[in-house]
């Protein structure tokens, strides 16, 4: 079953606001990525680690909440560790 996480980053400085969405199918995760004024969603090469620690926030709070499954909490840890960041 596919299941879907979904939230936005604010405007900082020079950065518009972006809106993030990542779902979890078969195992694999896959991002997408949409700035306020595109039209389009994007698939991001590379993400910087904040981004995944947001991620990993994100399904925490889902989990307490039973929103999420351990499975899904485990899947984005172990591709935390092994995806290539950008450097900080």
Known sequence: MRRCMEWTDKAEGDRPETTYRVSLFSGVVR??????????????KLLATETW??????????????????????LIRS???????LPS
């Open 31 to 44: 991002w997408q990525r949409k700035e306020k004024s595109a039209e389009k969603w994007e698939t991001p």
């Open 53 to 74: 620690e947001r991620l990993i926030e994100e399904v925490d709070k889902r989990y307490q909440r039973r929103r999420a499954r351990h499975d899904d909490v485990l």
């Open 79 to 85: 591709a935390f560790k092994t995806a290539p960041k």
